[in-house]
């Protein structure tokens, strides 16, 4: 038969939705939504169901390259492993381990960074592991750690339907994950749900709100602050039942006295009587559901906004039960797998710490390595990694399935940066891309249906998504490279792997006992059925829907913590030169870098160049029409795009989207990052991007 039926995985977003796959003659030419998947439930957003034309587009990478002379130049297999081996043992021999660093994407299958976290931390020594989920849930990880003692979201999605209030924060729902924000509009017709938004544009989900607080950018803390503040003064806390799975209290008590709604009101821009409805409405909510998003993760104040959000839960007593607690949706498909498998530099195996010493026992006993190998003090962050590359003390860096010359914040810094490496290596699927122009060495990898390998979802589901069909010509699956690699670094003891399954085997073992423990899970529990949610500790054990349900927490007394946390104004404020504030966010055709959706000419044709949202005071004032070219300029650089005039935003701010990079057809200057402000959260180093200072003019030809 021609014609084939495949199960898979959406490999975008971290909401997991199930596919059913078409093939004919060996090619995939429909996708479609699983009717029986727990996420999706049949439903599928514009970016899967697109996903065929991929396989066959234009600039797909089918053999290795390695530059001479100044030009890529296509190789063979053993001599780009030898290669990139070679060069790799050479800076290690000449600088130390610390010289090399790895970035990739949080798409990957969690494989793929066990193997790289094996190499790296364990084989040549070095914490520099880095993934995109540092761009995107950092900050949600170190909150859900610091509030509640471990990095384990406990929510799910059947909580949707559950609810009585849903509270969206920072997270345009509609845009960036349809499919679930399609199951919240149906709950609230259905159930009557209602819905409180906070976000600095009247968005496509501000829109469906009962309450919109539009309050100033990066105004959170203070809101979140001003709303607790109620809840505690109205009577809606009580503090007997809050002091038995809480602690911190009192000391927040002490520090909300310093945030009344009216000092808010100043603040966030929000009237003090909205303000107060939200609170009411909250405390009389019997099942709040928490949503957030990019704009609270990417903030100099992240993980302060995740802690003030998580309080309002817990004096609440929203938590722990159906219908009730956070629901921290990510940004790619597996950036749930790649904290727990330890893709970050502060991270080992199994929700492990490198700065743990019991930690740091067990991974060395696990790999049969000198616990001296692996390094006591967590890897640079990626923003940490650019700056070594500057000062000359990171000479490689490994770039897999990610487009860190588009993605981070001061492009042209980061481009410099890169541009130092002595080894750029570069594996992705399409070239040329902005960061695949710069590489030494470029590696053709294999994408999604044509490798396997699992990925876990936001409600900790696990999936598999099996090998449909054959990569292009020389291309392999990023495992394979891997293993090739480490093996010719003289790795060949360490990675005996010949299959996915073989590293999935070894992988699940650092999980047993874990919170996310998968030992119950096998390449074959997952062959052709749903996955369970983790933790899933033995064969029958049918997966865990929620977490905490005891309300005990992964901490010392087994109490979550109320945490204090004071509001702070944005690293880069405006001023008369810079008056305005950019945003930046996504787009529902679009996906990060637009290095695959910009090769599909349906996605593509929707918004095919940047743009440039301005309130109509401000475009009056600057004398801009809508369809002009405009100029945003911050203190880093400038960019373009075409002004759209909007009432929805806030008087002073614009907003680009993240997608546009130098690659696109639409030209070097539509890159928002370019303009961006390359700070961190002192606590997740997540990087800022909703809140740059800027400038804004009509532009004049010439």
């Known amino acids: 038969m021609t014609i084939q039926w495949k199960k898979s995985t959406c490999p975008y977003c971290g909401v997991g939705c199930g596919l059913m796959v078409e093939t004919e003659y060996g090619k995939i030419v429909q996708v479609y939504g699983m009717n029986s998947h727990p996420a999706n439930k049949g439903d599928i957003c514009a970016l899967p169901i697109n996903y065929p034309p991929l396989f066959t587009a234009e600039g797909r990478l089918t053999q290795p390259m390695i530059r001479r002379d100044g030009t890529l130049s296509p190789v063979g297999w053993d001599e780009a492993v030898m290669h990139v081996a070679s060069g790799l043992n050479r800076i290690i021999r000449r600088y130390g381990p610390d010289a090399v660093a790895f970035y990739g994407g949080a798409a990957s299958f969690t494989e793929e960074y066990y193997l790289i976290n094996k190499l790296m931390k364990a084989a040549i020594g070095t914490n520099n592991v880095e993934c995109t989920a540092r761009l995107c849930m950092a900050s949600a990880s170190m909150g859900f750690i610091s509030t ?9 999605y059947n909580d949707i339907e559950e609810a009585d209030l849903f509270f969206i924060a920072g997270n345009n729902m509609a845009v960036s994950h349809p499919v679930l924000f399609r199951r919240v509009c149906a709950a609230r017709i259905k159930n009557k749900t209602r819905i409180i938004v906070v976000d600095p544009r009247r968005s496509e989900t501000a829109c469906m709100a009962d309450i919109h607080l539009q309050i100033k950018p990066g105004t959170d803390v203070a809101l979140n602050n001003a709303l607790a503040y109620i809840l505690v003064k109205e009577g809606y806390v009580d503090e007997t039942t809050v002091a038995r799975y809480t602690i911190g209290f009192d000391n927040l008590k002490e520090v909300l006295e310093e945030y009344p709604p009216a000092r808010v009101a100043r603040i966030t821009g929000c009237t003090e009587t909205l303000i107060r409805e939200a609170a009411c409405i909250i405390g009389q909510a ?4 928490t949503f957030w998003f990019q704009g609270y993760n990417q903030s100099t ?19 722990c039960r159906p219908g009730a607690g956070p629901l921290s949706i990510t940004g790619e498909a597996n950036t749930l797998g790649c904290r727990w498998v330890g893709a970050l530099s502060h991270l080992l195996p199994g929700m492990r710490m490198v700065s743990n010493p019991r930690h740091r026992q067990e991974i060395a006993e696990y790999w049969d390595v000198p616990v001296e190998k692996i390094q006591a003090t967590p890897g640079r962050s990626i923003l940490d990694i650019i700056h070594g590359l500057h000062a000359g003390d990171v000479r490689a860096l490994w770039v897999v399935a990610s487009n860190p010359a588009a993605s981070l914040p001061h492009t042209q810094w980061v481009e410099e940066g890169l541009s130092k490496a002595e080894l750029l290596i570069v594996q992705d699927i399409f ?6 122009m710069l590489a030494d060495v470029v590696l053709a990898g294999a994408q999604w249906c044509e490798k396997t390998g699992t990925l876990i979802s936001s409600e900790r589901r696990i999936e598999l998504v099996e090998k449909i069909i054959d990569p292009p010509g020389m291309a392999k699956s990023d495992c394979e490279i891997l293993w090739l690699i480490a093996r010719a670094m003289g790795f060949r003891k360490e990675f005996p792997f010949v299959s996915p399954d073989d590293v999935f085997e070894e992988w699940k073992g650092m999980t047993r006992g874990r919170m996310c423990d998968m030992s119950g ?3 074959d529990r997952l062959r052709d059925r749903i996955g369970p949610q983790l933790p899933c500790p ?5 997966g865990t829907q929620r977490l905490f349900a005891d309300l005990q927490f992964p901490r010392p007394d087994g109490r979550a913590a109320l945490l204090a946390r004071d509001y702070k104004e944005p690293a880069e404020t405006t001023t008369e030169e810079y008056p305005f504030v950019l945003i930046t966010g996504r787009l529902a055709c679009h996906f990060n870098t637009r290095t695959r959706t910009s090769r599909i000419k349906h996605l593509n044709d929707v918004e095919p160049e940047n743009f440039v949202e301005i309130h109509p005071v401000d475009a009056k004032n600057h004398g801009i ?3 002009d070219t405009v100029e945003v300029t911050s203190r880093r650089g400038r960019v373009c795009g075409i002004a759209r005039i909007r009432s929805r935003l806030l008087i002073g701010n614009l907003f680009m989207s993240m997608h546009f990079g130098k690659a696109s057809l639409a030209g070097d200057d539509k890159l928002a990052n370019l303009v961006c402000n390359p700070v ?23």
């Open 680 to 702: 961190y959260d002192v606590h997740s180093k997540q990087p800022e991007f909703k809140y740059c200072a800027v400038k804004i003019a009509k532009s004049v030809p010439g």
């Open 286 to 289: 019997k099942k709040m559901l």
């Open 148 to 156: 509640f003692g471990a990095d384990a979201p406990p929510a799910c």
């Open 625 to 627: 029409a809508e369809g």
């Open 301 to 319: 104040q992240a993980v302060f906004k995740n802690n003030t959000l998580h309080n309002l839960s817990l004096l609440t007593n929203n938590y």
């Open 521 to 523: 899970v096998s390449y």
């Open 538 to 542: 033995e064969m029958g054990h049918p």
């Open 431 to 436: 070239h040329p891309t902005e960061t695949s």
